[in-house]
């Protein structure tokens, strides 16, 4: 049985959009790999990238890793007309920005994600990243300073929040997700079970220098065929970083 996008709406709505709320989506196969010869689309269907799309729709800003951007062929992101629609009904702009976060900055201005974007993209980086880097793509994105050495992700959400962008969706990579696991700032995954067993090399959808334990809670369940979509947010006890 296919998804219904109405229900989705319904399903993955936050109550409050003006409290900041960071989501992170990924996919991963029974036995946990996160990619499929080495992108994570491969493991998908149409029922998650209905979720995939219907994440986007609901969100203020995406926020992708700038090796994702490379290893999954990212191009200029645009909402489709019914979705872009339905955002304007709902009061919220018709396209929404993405923001990349790198530290090296080893981004060309001329690619796509910035050439294509509906709306003008930010970069997301560090006080020590390249000056030079720094000024190109400052040419094509807004380019945010969060953290001296490394890119602190409790300085990035408040700064988004600051502009607006509240609901943060993250689309990953496994780094920049354990970053996030690390600084304590995800307040939901949103997890597609693909019914598949991978093996091989393929990485977990985090990845970081210490194990540390973040308690979430079960939202929502929901099946479409044997794919398995889940909804997590952080236990009530544990307080969002602002």
Known sequence: MMLDRDELIIRYRVPDRTLPHLRVNFIASLDG???REGVSGGLGNADDRLVFDTLRMLADVIVVGAGTVRAEGYVGIRQGPADAAWRV???LPAQ???AIVSSRLDLEPSHSLFADAA???LVVTHAASPLRRRAELAEVADVLVCGEDVVDPRLMRAELARRGLAQILCEGGPNLFG????ADCVDELCLTV??????GPAGRISAGPAAITREMSLLHVLTAGDMLFLRYARRKASSPTA
């Open 33 to 35: 790999a996160a990619t």
């Open 89 to 91: 009904r709902h009061g």
């Open 96 to 98: 929404l920005p993405v």
């Open 119 to 121: 709306v003008r993209p």
């Open 179 to 182: 970053a996030l696991i690390d």
């Open 194 to 199: 693909s019914p598949v067993l991978e093996g």
